[in-house]
């Protein structure tokens, strides 16, 4: 019965993410500009948050691509949830966020200053259904998810731990893409 329960949980919490990921999921490529996409994100995630981290962008005041800009917007707040998520309870929640352009593409990196990433889940953090959360609060979609978004638009997202404490991650996008 417990074993029951538990799944029924899980089954409940799959269903509530797979209505936030399954948005716009034919949309084309426009042109629009990707910090205030960024801001906003980052806005709809704190907002709704209990304790508030401080947010610190280091950013243009403009940086316009040609991508999907509904994708772009999902896998910010991912990002930035799991950013949140970690910094419960822990003192000074920071989250910093830079986008610059680099060569074609344009860079966005989220890091925060959490616990960092385990190295034995380095592997696994991009996998469907891993999480290292409780049941009902985390479905071990959201990376995966954010993954395939930014590599169906030619662009790419990796995970590391900085070298001061917390996870980084960089999301890669192709700011022009023919
Ligand atoms: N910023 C971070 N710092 C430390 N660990 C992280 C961070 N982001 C993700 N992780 C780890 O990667 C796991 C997978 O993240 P992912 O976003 O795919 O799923 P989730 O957050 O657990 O659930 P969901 O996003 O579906 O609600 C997390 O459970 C956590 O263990
Ligand atoms: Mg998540």
């Known amino acids: 019965i417990d074993g029951t329960l538990e799944g029924a949980e899980r089954v409940r919490a799959i269903v509530q993410d797979l209505r936030r990921f399954s948005s716009s999921q034919r949309e084309g490529l426009e042109v629009f500009d990707v910090t205030r996409t960024i801001r906003t994100a980052v806005d709809w995630v704190v907002r709704a948050e209990r304790v508030k981290p401080v947010v610190v962008f280091d950013m243009p005041d403009e940086l316009d691509a040609c991508a999907r800009k509904g994708h772009l917007h999902q896998v910010i707040v991912n990002l930035v949830h799991n950013a949140a998520d970690v910094l419960q309870n822990r003192p000074e929640p920071r989250i910093e966020i830079s986008c610059r352009r680099e060569g074609e ?41 954010s993954y395939g978004l930014m590599k169906e638009q030619g662009g790419d997202l990796a995970a590391a731990n900085h070298p001061e404490g917390g996870a980084v991650f960089t999301v890669r996008l192709p700011a022009n893409p023919g």
């Open 105 to 145: 593409d344009v860079v966005i990196k989220v890091r925060d200053n959490g616990t960092g990433i385990p190295q034995t889940h380095m592997d696994q953090i991009f996998e469907p259904f891993f999480t290292t959360k409780p049941i009902g609060q985390g479905t071990g979609l959201g990376l995966y998810v």
